[in-house]
């Protein structure tokens, strides 16, 4: 199938619910693009509207405003809906079926052929590290298993477009590690895969593009390397046992931010950087590392969430994303 380079596009995208006469506004005014290949992160606290927007792009919610294309369709045509690969959040299967059961009822609710699941439902075990366990009951499954099953069914179809919500969730570092080499290679075949999470570090490993979604607002969207882009202070290391004197470096003239166990110092730019250098070479230290201070996702996300809560009146901020103007309808 010719997919088009935009997978998803999503245009002013508002999910209003109603409960006892109060409106909530779940998402206002989304604009999203994801293009083909890419593994596309979706950043949010709790109640942020990460689920909400999945169902909408699964055609499983319908959105109060706005325009939805999934693959140049609207996810509510089923035709739109045909390999694509979903992990929800949450999800249970029954406990009394084994996981190799499990899969293949699944397989056959999503119409995949009984002899390409004969061949596909023990390679994707095996895949996900149950391949031992897939005659055992889902209910003596963990919970990193279970998440585990539950990655393998949303395979089952090999879908070219994958929605994960929180896949991760209630997995230890080993399993989270698996999940991700799993993705990477998922990603190979060319499927676009889109995660929703909150685990910060796992989605900067993973995620090509990310976008922060706050209060149903989209606050932020870029490259990893975008959002957490390097600031002009470097980190920087002598070799063991050689000092180097905060003091007498900021004598000089140099900004030295903190002196933890290492130095950090803000440069201007590469020039005053390489003058360091030859300065503590002319002094014979030993220099054993440089390398570049990152600001951290999980510092992005925080200044934003944190930034949003104690300045509402700074939505004008020209460093966001989308259409927003200031206030909400909420
Ligand atoms: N079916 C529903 N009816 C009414 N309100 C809903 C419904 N689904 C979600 N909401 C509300 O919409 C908001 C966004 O919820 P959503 O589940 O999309 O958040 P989330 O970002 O996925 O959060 P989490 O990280 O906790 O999974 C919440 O305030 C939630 O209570
Ligand atoms: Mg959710």
Redesign the pocket.
Known sequence: MDIPPTVIAVRRLTKE?R?WGRR?L?LDRVDLEVHRGEVFGLL??????????VKILLGL?RPTAGDVLVRGSSPRRPGTRRRIGYLP?GHRFPGYLTGDASLRLFGRLAGVPEKALDARIPELLELVGLGERRRDRVGRYSKGMTQRLGLACALLDEPDLLFL??PTDGVDPVGRRHIRDILLQTREHGTTIFI?S?LLSEVERTCDRVAI?HE?RLVRQGTVQDLTAPSRRFRLRLADGQSMLPERLAEDGWRVVTNNGHLEIEVADLEALNRLVDRLRADRRLIAEISPVRTALEDVFIEVVEGEEHSPGSLENGSRTGVHGPGGDR
Do not use: V
């Open positions: 619910f409960h909530l779940a949010g606290a709790n109640g942020a509207g990460k689920t909400t927007l919610a959040e919500d929180e929703n909150h979604l149903g």
